[in-house]
């Protein structure tokens, strides 16, 4: 199982980014996959995830409302549009999977939100 993320960048405040995560390996069809993130100096903290199972959605509270969490079948990826971005979603940003009791992290991108 192998994720790469990548999208991560520089951008003001209010502004947007979509983030993406590619597996390969597994069809994420079948798996429920994540994102986190993590601040300096903070430990790291969930973001969103999408139900493989059935393609329900979940969010942090303090992304609710401004990113979004999707799919696409035919390039095996997820989609994380960031939205309304604020200083304080500045981080790492990961996506994870979980896979037969064995969690696979992507290598994470950056994501600075600054004036």
């Known amino acids: 199982v192998q994720l790469q993320a990548s999208g991560g960048g520089l951008v003001q405040p209010g502004g947007s980014l979509r983030l993406s995560c590619a597996a390969s390996g597994l069809n994420l069809d079948y798996y429920s996959i994540g994102w986190f993130r993590q601040a300096p100096g903070k430990e790291r903290e969930w973001v969103s995830c999408?139900?493989?199972?059935?393609?329900?959605?979940f969010y942090a509270d303090s992304v609710k409302g401004r990113f979004a969490i999707s799919r696409d079948t035919a390039e095996n990826t997820v989609y994380l549009q960031m939205s309304s971005l604020k200083p304080e979603d500045t981080g790492v940003y990961y996506c994870?999977?979980?896979?037969?009791?064995?969690?696979?992290w992507g290598q994470g991108t950056q994501v600075t939100v600054s004036s």
């Open positions: 994870s999977i979980m896979v037969r009791n064995v969690r696979y």
């Open positions: 999408r139900v493989g199972s059935d393609g329900s959605t």
